[in-house]
């Protein structure tokens, strides 16, 4: 596609559920990456993904938060038992390569996620 | 860690005039790349003008500006002959040119427009 496309675009869930959050990357781009976004906060990164390398989860906040990326394309963020303070938009960028001097992100427009 | 700070959660500024959105950042590396990205009530995020630590020249791209002071580590955004569109959160990031860095950003500031 065009761009980084994000689904669903809102996901409302009752506290204890699963829910998945997808991510379909720019064609080509290798680096794939995962940010929250809270209210009245800042992005907090997740998770990256780069190529066949395995993945950086150091942003995870917990053990229900798990991410794969299948085919080296589309990113699925898993979050398990979801908990209020899960509440957030969780959003996607992609870039086309990792370590270049001028790495870009390419945005998606984010799933928002309430928790009731 | 890399830390970068926004002071100021909100800020106005009139139609056509000026106004400048500020930020400061920690790191203990010397080769590094300062962004500002846009992001609309669309949430889509929009790169709107990067800075490379080793370039002492300030960036500038059309009406948008930065004043890097690598010393004081600050890098705030100046955007002149401001326009209803530019109304958006605008948040600040780091990143350190090294493998395996990853952005890190700001908690951002809301900026609104006065016709």
């Known amino acids: 596609g065009a761009g980084v496309s994000q689904s669903p675009s809102n996901k409302v869930t009752e506290k204890g559920k699963d829910v998945e959050l997808r991510c379909d990357p720019i064609?080509?781009?290798?680096?794939l990456y995962w940010y929250r976004q809270s209210l009245g906060q800042g992005l907090e990164f997740l998770i990256y993904?780069?190529?066949?390398?395995?993945?950086?989860k150091s942003g995870l906040p917990s053990d229900r938060f798990s991410a794969e990326r299948t085919g080296g394309s589309v990113s699925t963020l898993t979050i398990q038992r979801t908990q209020q303070e899960d509440s957030a938009v969780y959003l996607c960028?992609?870039?086309?390569?990792?370590?270049?001097?001028?790495?870009?992100?390419?945005f998606g427009s984010g799933t928002q996620l309430s928790v009731l | 860690a890399q830390t970068v700070t926004q002071s100021q959660p909100e800020m106005s500024v009139q139609e056509a005039e000026t106004v400048t959105l500020s930020c400061t950042y920690d790191?203990?590396?010397?080769?590094?790349?300062l962004f500002w990205y846009k992001q609309p009530p669309s949430r889509q995020m929009i790169l709107v003008i990067r800075?490379?630590?080793?370039?002492?020249q300030n960036a500038t791209e059309n009406r948008f500006s930065v004043n890097f002071q690598k010393a004081a580590k600050s890098f705030s955004l100046k955007i002149s002959d401001s326009q209803l569109g530019d109304a958006a959160m605008y948040f600040c990031?780091?990143?350190?040119?090294?493998?395996?860095?990853?952005?890190?950003f700001g908690k951002g500031i809301t900026l609104s427009v006065r016709p």
């Open positions: 960028a992609s870039s086309p390569s990792f370590g270049s001097l001028s790495e870009k992100l390419f």
């Open positions: 064609s080509g781009h290798t680096a």
């Open positions: 790191t203990s590396e010397s080769d590094y790349y």
């Open positions: 993904f780069q190529g066949n390398s395995a993945p950086d």
């Open positions: 800075q490379e630590a080793y370039k002492q």
């Open positions: 990031a780091y990143r350190f040119t090294g493998a395996n860095s990853k952005l890190t």
